[in-house]
């Protein structure tokens, strides 16, 4: 069995095998599926038992996963969230990462591979994040979303500073057209804000149970629309798709719930049933475990930028935490904060694909990146304990 059939028939395989694991040590230790995914991927990939490797079909759907995986952030974007103090901290705690990742960036390769290496380190993995959260009943918290309003900004942000500084154009042109990019975006939320949807509600209603599936095939539509739109502006195709989840949530705002509801639960389950776990699984079979292990200094470098993404990308994020949390609640919001991976595998393959970065630089950013996910979540959701347990969260309404 060639490389294109296996990971055809194993990265599924593993795809089923994740949450099963997750489940079976769930009642000593919640570990996030995507551990699993990340760490079955690494398992059957070239670097240890060799059962498959890179696949032109399965890294086709890897980034389309990635897209869904953003549009889904998009979708749960709590607008409340970011007004306010919460929003207005995460803001200035992402621009201080920024500042702060640029900065050691410059020590390690100058011009503009200074700053991939600042975006990478100041990102936080929304995407990765929400589902953890809603597993785990935080959506709504006060906790949830203040750790919402953080990687909404540190995913969105990074998203603009790529189209701005690492586009192909040049930074003013880049500028116009992230401005034109983002004129289409207002006109499309404009439409959906402005314009009644009933029309819409109701054929979404007609179709819900049927073989038209008309909400799931308009999703498609405008994902792959500003995903086509940003990558014919030359724009990163993550801005496009985080766009098009903003834009199908107000859409259905005013919707049924019950639709609503059940709309979201079949987008979901192409998201994260199919699409996502082979984003994650394939990240692992394609990461370069071998070259890390070769390299003393390499893999000593790993767990050094994770704790460089705890103080350039954690300790800012605690200025977002809730008002009045306890010693736990903060260090979890910091922990969390720090999770990033895929604005890391993004920016950084643009670039080592436009040699501002080494291959080796890549590899221990997303290195880096693939613990934090692997640790971070761990180890914030375990300090956030069982709910019922669990201190109470400051009140909704100081957000």
Do not use: C
Not at 11 to 17: D, N
Not at 241 to 254: E, K, N, T, V, Y
Request: aromatic letters at 6%; proline letters at 6%; glycine letters at 12%.
């Amino acid at each position: 069995m060639d490389s294109l059939d296996s990971a055809v028939v194993l990265i599924p395989l593993l795809a089923v095998l994740a949450p099963l694991a997750a489940r079976a040590i769930g009642p000593w230790l919640r570990v996030p599926i995507v551990v699993f995914e990340l760490f079955l991927g690494i398992l059957i990939g070239p670097s240890v038992l060799g059962w498959t490797g890179p696949s032109p079909v399965v890294d086709l759907l890897s980034e389309f996963g990635l897209a869904m995986l953003f549009f889904v952030a998009g979708t749960e974007i709590e607008f409340s969230g970011l007004r306010g103090r919460t929003g207005r901290r995460a803001v200035l705690g992402w621009i201080i990462s920024l500042v702060l990742g640029v900065t050691i960036g410059f020590v390690v390769a100058p011009g503009l591979g200074a700053i991939v290496i600042g975006i990478a380190l100041a990102s936080t993995a929304l995407g990765t994040l929400l589902p953890i959260l809603r597993d785990a009943g935080e959506l709504r918290t006060p906790f949830g979303k203040a750790v919402g309003a953080i990687g909404a900004v540190g995913e969105f942000g990074p998203l603009v500073a790529i189209s701005i500084l690492l586009g192909t154009h040049k930074p003013g042109v880049s500028t116009i057209v992230l401005g034109a990019f983002i004129l289409i975006t207002a006109g499309a939320i404009w439409y959906a804000v402005k314009v009644p949807q009933g029309a819409l509600h109701r054929f979404v209603n007609a179709t819900l149970h049927t073989s038209g599936q008309f909400a799931v095939r308009i999703v498609m539509l405008i994902l792959t629309g500003l995903v086509a739109l940003s990558i014919a502006l030359q724009l990163d195709m993550l801005l496009g798709a985080f766009a098009a989840g903003i834009i199908w949530r107000l859409l259905m705002r005013d919707a049924d719930p019950a639709d609503r509801e059940a709309v979201e639960s079949k987008v979901e389950a192409v998201a994260f049933g199919f699409l996502v776990p082979l984003f994650f699984i394939y990240t692992g079979v394609t990461f370069d475990l071998a070259s890390l292990l070769a390299d003393p200094i390499l893999l000593a470098a790993v767990p050094a930028v994770l704790v460089v993404l705890l103080i350039v990308r954690g300790l800012p994020s605690l200025l977002a935490a809730p008002e009045g949390a306890d010693g736990k609640t903060r260090t979890a919001v910091m922990l969390l904060g720090a999770t990033g991976l895929p604005i890391i595998v993004a920016v950084t393959s643009i670039g080592v694909d436009e040699h501002l970065i080494s291959s080796a630089v890549g590899s221990v950013l997303v290195g880096a990146g693939m613990l934090s996910v692997l640790l971070f979540p761990l180890i914030g959701m375990s300090l956030r304990g069982d709910p019922v347990s669990r201190p109470a969260d400051v009140a909704d309404d100081e957000f």
